[in-house]
């Protein structure tokens, strides 16, 4: 019976390691390709995304199906908003309020340059998946919870903002060529146009 942890055509040797699962090396070869990937795009060659991944060529595409799979799976990968949910999650509520908007500003901005990066160079039909606006209000309900008194709108609205204003300046025909920091769009959030910080 075939060992599940060993990819077809890749017999076992006692000489070295006992062999990745298919699922933990196609996550590793997802992980060193996508540098390469966000680089070059489309034109990226088998063979450099076989150098990536330190692996031979027929390795890769035991893993995946063909270049195009592969190319799949990372785009599915980094166009999932899961893994920002759970980062914004790790933001520590006791913090205080500027430092969390700032970490989660620079977060949620990262992501979405990140994302049209890919629509730029996979073309604009790369959608990314929608991440549920419930979960996004409760994460940011118990982010900002310690500082409920001194919000002028419900953490949902901070939410929203947030993404808005990360999403517009992410989008080079939106901000008019303008690039915004994420300290100044959480100066925005916090402050508006006529606010002041608050005194140190």
Not at 75 to 88: C, I, V
Request: aromatic fraction near 6%; glycine fraction near 6%.
């Amino acid at each position: 019976m075939q060992d599940p942890t060993v990819l077809p055509g890749e017999p076992l040797s006692p000489a070295r390691a006992r062999p990745l699962a298919l699922e933990d090396r196609q996550a590793m070869i997802i992980e060193a390709v996508t540098p390469l990937l966000m680089e070059f795009g489309p034109q990226v060659t088998s063979r450099q995304l076989a150098d990536a991944a330190g692996i031979a060529e027929g390795t890769v595409y035991r893993a995946f199906t063909d270049k195009e799979s592969l190319i799949n799976a990372v785009l599915d990968k980094q166009m999932d908003f899961a893994p920002l949910q759970e980062a914004l999650a790790m933001i520590d509520p006791g913090q205080p309020l500027e430092q969390k908007i700032l970490a989660a500003v620079t977060l949620v901005q990262a992501k979405f340059l990140e994302i049209f990066g890919l629509m730029a160079l996979f073309g604009e039909h790369r959608h990314p998946a929608k991440a549920p606006r419930d979960t996004l209000a409760k994460i940011f309900e118990a982010m900002l919870a310690p500082d409920a008194g001194r919000l002028n709108c419900p953490p949902e609205v901070v939410a929203r903002m947030i993404r808005l204003l990360a999403f517009s300046t992410s989008i080079p025909h939106l901000n008019d060529g303008v690039s915004y920091t994420p300290q100044e769009i959480t100066d925005i959030v916090l402050y508006g146009v006529a606010g002041a910080r608050p005194s140190l």
